[in-house]
C-alpha cells in the first residue's frame, strides 16, 4: 500500500510568518508530486508540482523535494489569513500508476 | 463555461434511490477520475478513464457505476447506497494519466 503522510495539524502562525508544511510518501519511484489547497467545502485546486530534487519558487510559494529522503516540503513565505485552509500532499506512483494523496494539514493564519 | 464542472453540486438521497452524478471537463483532457472524500480520511480514487477507457477500479461498491460517454463527459451512477457513502464527490480531469489533474466543485452527497 504507497502511503503519503503529512501532519493533519492544525498549524498556526501569525500573519507575515513562514508556513512550513511536510510530506513524505513511500513509493521510492514516485516522480511526480503536487501541492493542493483546500477551503473548507471547497474543492482542491493545485499549487505547485514539482519533479526534480531542490527547490521551486511561485510567488510567496517554494516547494522542496529530497528523493533520497521521501520527503516533500511547501514553504508559504509572509502568509496571509487567505493561506488558511487544508492543504493536500500528493504523489504520483509509477509503480501505481495513479496519484496517492495525503490527508492534509489544516494551517490558520493568525491576524 | 470553463475547467471542469460538476453537477448537481447538493445530493440528498434514499437508501433505495437512483440517482447520477456529472462531470464536464472543457479543458480538451483525455483522462478523468471520480474521487471520494470523507472526513479525515485522505482522497480515494474511485474511478480512472483514460480516452474513454476505464483503466482502474479501486475495489468500488458495485453500488457505484461510472459511464463515460466520450472523453469530456463523465458519470457516477448510484444505486443501493448506505449511509456511510455520504461524502464528497470529486470528478478531475487531466492531459494525461501522469499529468496534473485538476477538480470540479464536488458534489456532496448525503445518503439517509
Known amino acids: 500500500q504507497k502511503e503519503v503522510e503529512q501532519n493533519s495539524g492544525p498549524l498556526s502562525v501569525p500573519e507575515g510568518a513562514i508556513a512550513s508544511l511536510n510530506c513524505t510518501y513511500s513509493?521510492?519511484?514516485?516522480?511526480?508530486f503536487f501541492w493542493y489547497r483546500q477551503y473548507s467545502g471547497k474543492s482542491p485546486e493545485l499549487i505547485m508540482s514539482?519533479?526534480?530534487?531542490g527547490d521551486k519558487e511561485d510567488g510567496r510559494f517554494t516547494a522542496q523535494l529530497n528523493k533520497a529522503s521521501q520527503y516533500v516540503s511547501l514553504l508559504i513565505r509572509d502568509s496571509q489569513p487567505s493561506d488558511s485552509a487544508t492543504y493536500l500532499c500528493a504523489a504520483w506512483g509509477a509503480g501505481s500508476y495513479q496519484l496517492t494523496f495525503g490527508k492534509g494539514t489544516k494551517l490558520s493564519v493568525i491576524p | 463555461e470553463t475547467g471542469v464542472t460538476q453537477t448537481p453540486r447538493h445530493l440528498v438521497m434514499g437508501m433505495t434511490n437512483k440517482k447520477s452524478l456529472k462531470c464536464e471537463q472543457h479543458?480538451?483532457?483525455?483522462?478523468m477520475y471520480w474521487y471520494k472524500q470523507s472526513a479525515k480520511k485522505p482522497l480515494e480514487l474511485m474511478f480512472v478513464y483514460n480516452f474513454k477507457e476505464q483503466t482502474e477500479n479501486n475495489s468500488v461498491p458495485s453500488r457505484f457505476s461510472p459511464e463515460c460517454p466520450n472523453s469530456s463527459h463523465l458519470f457516477l451512477h448510484l444505486h443501493t447506497l448506505q449511509p456511510e457513502d455520504s461524502a464528497l464527490y470529486l470528478c478531475?480531469?487531466?492531459?494525461?494519466?501522469?499529468?496534473?489533474?485538476?477538480f470540479g466543485p464536488g458534489t456532496r452527497l448525503l445518503v439517509l
Open positions: 478531475a480531469s487531466s492531459v494525461d494519466r501522469e499529468e496534473t489533474q485538476y
Open positions: 479543458l480538451g483532457h483525455n483522462a
Open positions: 514539482i519533479y526534480s530534487n
Open positions: 513509493d521510492r519511484v514516485s516522480q511526480s
